[in-house]
Nanobody, 127 residues
Framework: QVQLVESGGGLVQAGGSLRLSCVAS????????MGWFRQAPGKEREFVAA????????YYADSVKGRFTISRDNAKNTVYLQMNSLKPEDTAVYYC????????????????????WGQGTQVTVSS
């Protein structure tokens, strides 16, 4: 069982930045590909970004490409989401997720490929 705890959410003006963190309670963090998802009010949860076990491969939703950066520190069991140039439409609850992967460079995208989820952190962007 892996527990994921997100932090770093908050209220920010449009154009501002936030950095989300997600700490995993496992000694085998490097065995998991990681991802960030978000869910806005009244909408389904959607993919934001993903990173492979090795952190060499990343993938982004078109809506955040060029503005968000996903990274990980395996020594700290932590995955990050740096969010720049935030827009009101980025307002959502952000969730990190962990998916077991046999491949060092694999990036997971569908939600069904993830095994563990955090409780989420609220990000609100005001116009």
């Amino acid at each position: 069982q892996v527990q994921l705890v997100e932090s770093g959410g908050g209220l920010v003006q449009a154009g501002g930045s936030l950095r989300l963190s997600c700490v995993a309670s496992t000694r085998t963090f490097s065995y998991y590909a990681m991802g960030w998802f978000r869910q806005a009010p009244g909408k389904e949860r959607e993919f934001v970004a993903a990173i492979s076990r090795s952190d060499s491969n990343t993938y982004y939703a078109d809506s955040v490409k060029g503005r968000f950066t996903i990274s990980r520190d395996n020594a700290k069991n932590t995955v990050y989401l740096q969010m720049n140039s935030l827009k009101p439409e980025d307002t959502a609850v952000y969730y990190c997720a962990a998916g077991s992967s046999a491949y060092y460079f694999q990036v997971l995208r569908p939600q069904e490929q993830y095994d563990y989820w955090g409780q989420g952190t609220q990000v609100t962007v005001s116009s």
